[in-house]
């Protein structure tokens, strides 16, 4: 397994790959790796002749007073992970690599599906994501591109960016790793304490009952607001609850799959989760 951390190392390691036509797969990451990101370095693998997986903690996808600062940065314990799922390369730049030294005059605003959800709590979250997707995509040129449903809407995000702008590469969506209590492991699962990480399990425990009680047949914007009431009772600072189709457009016809999010404050550390709840027809 290879570290580069610039553009033109990973040009020169891929350049040979790329020449005897070998299928490219890219795992872009902020690091801090646990079972979930190892998950999607696995399901490239299996599609896969070579796996780049980037990890790059972007400054342009924070918000101010957001943990740009305080994320986790632990390459060393990275390296490790990622050569025993058998990564090929790492691609580790700084942000200066990034970004350069002269301003970027150039945005990249995927609409509708980000005015909501998350983006409305996270204002220009998802131009910042677009734009490094976009950067990374360019620089690795990989044939698929693996991404969790952990972050669904960023998923939806990606898939349309590649679709309007005929990125030649196709997205794989990988499914959401969770703790044995049901958490979805998060790199920010490490920011709570012990007292704050035996509740995080509620998001969880309430989309469950959601779900069993939406086959029942309850109302979905009582379900909604249920979920919410349990989730204040229970410590949480509830940013939504929402309910949308899988294609992150508002529910017409409410026989069909939805799928429910979550995102909510324990103290200072925001989690986010989501659960697809599939109706037979
Ligand atoms: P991050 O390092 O948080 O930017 O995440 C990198 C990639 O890993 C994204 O595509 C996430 O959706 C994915 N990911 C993070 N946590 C999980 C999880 N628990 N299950 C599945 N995918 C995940």
Do not use: W
């Amino acid at each position: 397994m290879k570290t580069e951390t610039t553009i033109q190392g990973l040009a020169a390691s891929l350049n040979p790959a790329r020449a005897a036509r070998k299928i490219i797969g890219f795992v872009p990451t902020m690091g801090n790796l646990h079972e979930g990101h190892l998950n999607l370095v696995r399901e490239a693998r299996k599609l896969c002749d070579i796996v780049v997986v980037s990890i790059f903690v972007n400054p342009i996808q924070f918000g101010a007073g957001e943990d740009f600062d305080s994320y986790p940065r632990t390459l060393e314990q990275d390296s490790r992970l990622l050569a025993d799922v058998d990564c090929d390369i790492i691609f580790a730049p700084s942000v200066e690599q990034m970004y350069g030294t002269q301003p970027r005059l150039t945005n990249i605003s995927v609409g509708q599906i980000t005015d909501d959800l998350c983006g409305k709590s996270r204002p220009g979250h998802f131009d910042g994501v677009a734009v490094v997707v976009t950067k990374l995509f360019n620089i690795v040129q990989p044939n698929f591109a693996f991404f969790g449903q952990k972050d669904y809407q960023q998923l939806a995000v990606i898939r349309q960016l590649v679709q309007d702008l005929n990125m030649p590469l196709e997205v794989i969506g990988v499914p959401i790793v969770r703790a044995e209590d049901g958490l979805a492991l998060s790199s920010r699962n490490g920011y709570l304490s012990e007292h704050q990480r035996a509740i995080a399990p509620t998001i969880y425990q309430l989309l469950k009952q959601a779900e069993q009680q939406l086959h029942e047949g309850h109302a979905l914007a009582q379900v909604l607001e249920s979920i919410s009431n349990q989730l204040t009772q229970a410590g949480f600072v509830v940013d939504y609850v929402e309910a949308r189709q899988t294609n992150l457009q508002p529910i017409a016809q409410f026989d069909r799959n939805v799928v429910l999010f979550v995102a909510a404050k324990l103290g200072t550390t925001r989690l986010i989760d989501n659960l697809q709840v599939d109706f037979k027809t």
